[in-house]
């Protein structure tokens, strides 16, 4: 059986457009959604046509996300759900992920999701604190995340992640420990936080340029970003990874690949695959996707076979942003040379700012260079 690689399910719609965000996703094209999902039905069937040998693939991990897949209604929840038991063996994955979203989550969407498999779900609450989802456009309340945090585990969930965000306009250290405070009452088993970025072409950005948008300053930011290091692992969220946190075992096997230079298969609109050292990007109009998918295509459109260089460069991007770091025998089993060969300089020069570390077995970022990781991955572009 294989399971060496993942998939990724793109579900492009939602209800409205945060006001950060730059994903590939869209508000009111609601009317393109039952199309969507026989296109979504079809790129399916034709990946595992070409490449399951036994009728169906048979993926490690399933990501469903977005978009906001949860906005989805049940019965096109159930329309999908049908694809993709129709071409992947689903009862054998490590996981199956879904994306929601605290607005468009019900019991009877949790207990579809249920008995379907999903069993690890990644919910959007990005701040506990009602100003701060105001100014960033999200739609719900705390309280709703909170009530829906709570209806997923009634619903038998207990493997349950959250977003969360710092350096939002308005954002006070206290607001942000605040958050933290909440998401530490919900018993939930996972955590990702996400520092703002001001993305081009989204509502902050356009608020920005108009002098319209009162951001913490750096300093705020990096106390808020000091803080919540430290917090997380103080109450039981281990970091495995710059912006991941997790109890127990429960870190994200999918996204775990993506850092592993594992392959990984997208399917839908302007999603991503890596297959057989190429890398691929669907079409991220969803009708320019649609039309491809009509048209037979699989795979899309070949952005690159990834060249030697590329693929040790990003092998160290990938491998640093998790804390157990780049395992030196396995960039010595896939490029069949010693990683001081090719880094050795840039390794030298980073642990003397002690911004990595080594061990036998690996190198790794040190709590310094987890700050500073754009620093040190910049440091790692072969000429
Ligand atoms: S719900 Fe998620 S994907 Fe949709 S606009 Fe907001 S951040 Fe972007």
Redesign the pocket.
């Known amino acids: 059986m294989t399971t060496d690689f993942g998939v990724y399910i793109h579900i492009p719609f939602?209800k409205?457009?945060?006001f950060?965000?730059d994903?590939p996703?869209f508000?009111g094209r609601e009317k393109y959604i039952d199309e969507y999902l026989n296109s979504l039905h079809y790129e399916m069937e034709l990946g595992a046509e070409k490449i399951a040998e036994k009728g169906k693939l048979t993926p490690h991990t399933i990501y469903i996300g977005?978009?906001?897949p949860s906005h989805l209604n049940l019965s096109q929840m159930k329309i999908l759900f049908k694809s993709i038991h129709a071409n992947m063996q689903v009862k054998d994955v490590a996981e199956f992920t879904m994306e929601a979203?605290p607005c468009t989550i019900d019991e009877e969407k949790l207990h579809l999701m249920k008995s379907n498999g999903i069993n690890r779900i990644s919910i959007?609450v990005q701040s506990f604190d009602d100003g701060c989802l105001q100014r960033i456009g999200?739609i719900h309340k705390s309280s709703m995340a909170i009530e829906k945090v709570r209806l997923a585990q009634k619903a038998g969930f207990d493997n349950i992640s959250i977003d969360l965000m710092y350096g939002l306009p308005g954002q006070t250290l206290d607001m942000l420990k605040k958050s933290l405070d909440k998401a530490m009452e919900l018993g939930i088993q996972h955590i990702s936080v996400y520092g703002l970025q001001l993305e081009e072409g989204t509502v902050l950005a356009k608020q920005q340029e108009m002098g319209r948008l009162e951001l913490p300053d750096d300093e705020a930011v990096e106390k808020m970003y000091d803080y919540l290091v430290e917090y997380l692992p103080a109450h039981g969220f281990s970091r495995y990874e710059i912006s991941n946190y997790a109890m127990g075992g429960y870190y994200s096997r999918h996204n775990t690949l993506y850092w592993q230079d594992v392959p990984y298969l997208g399917f839908g609109s302007g999603a991503h695959s890596y297959w057989r050292g190429n890398r691929y990007e669907n079409p991220v109009d969803i009708g320019e996707y649609i039309k491809a998918t009509a048209e037979g295509k699989f795979l899309h459109i070949v952005e690159e076979a990834v060249s030697e260089k590329a693929h040790m460069e990003e092998f160290c991007f990938l491998g640093l942003r998790m804390t157990k770091g780049i395992n030196k025998e396995k960039f010595r089993e896939i490029f069949n040379r010693d990683i001081y060969e090719v880094f050795g300089k840039v390794i030298d020069k980073m642990v003397a700012k002690a911004l990595l570390g080594e061990s036998e077995t690996a190198i790794f970022l040190t709590p310094l260079g987890m700050k500073y990781g754009n620093v040190v991955f910049g440091e790692f572009i072969l000429e």
Do not use: D, E, L, P
Request: glycine share 20%; aromatic share 14%; charged share 15%.
């Open positions: 939602c409205h457009k945060c950060y965000c994903f996703s508000a977005g978009g906001t979203n959007g999200r």
